[in-house]
């Protein structure tokens, strides 16, 4: 079974940084696209960056030029570096990756529990 397992998150002050990971594992046969959504309490879960296979990237107007979303593919790994951290972006932060699974192949659209980031003085 796939399993998305996130790290990083936690407390920083205004302008701070933090850096997240989320490592994929479970008898992955191919990862596709990637992703880092967030929601906040009684707010729907929205995109913040994503990653194609390739290496092509997508950004919220919010994040773009304060946050980069990088993989590993080797690992199995993806990572959102967060510099310049306001208020706002405070929130739980879920992992998301679609790919294939080795046996039976299927494909798989699989989510982790999310980081809490808390960004407060």
């Known amino acids: 079974q796939v399993q998305l397992v996130e790290s990083g998150g936690g407390l920083v002050q205004p302008g701070g940084s933090l850096r997240l990971s989320c490592a994929v594992s479970?008898?992955?046969?191919?990862?596709?696209?990637m992703g880092w959504y967030r929601q906040v309490p009684g707010n729907q879960r929205e995109l913040v960056a994503s990653?194609?296979?390739?290496?092509?990237?997508l950004y919220a107007d919010a994040v773009k030029g304060r946050f980069t979303i990088s993989r590993d593919k080797a690992k199995n790994t993806v990572f959102l570096e967060m510099n310049s951290l306001k208020s706002e972006d405070t929130a739980v932060y879920h992992c998301n990756a679609k790919g294939t699974n080795r046996s039976p192949m299927r494909t798989f659209d699989a989510w982790g529990q999310g980081t809490l980031v808390t960004v407060s003085s």
């Open positions: 479970g008898g992955i046969f191919s990862i596709g696209d």
């Open positions: 990653i194609t296979s390739g290496g092509s990237t």
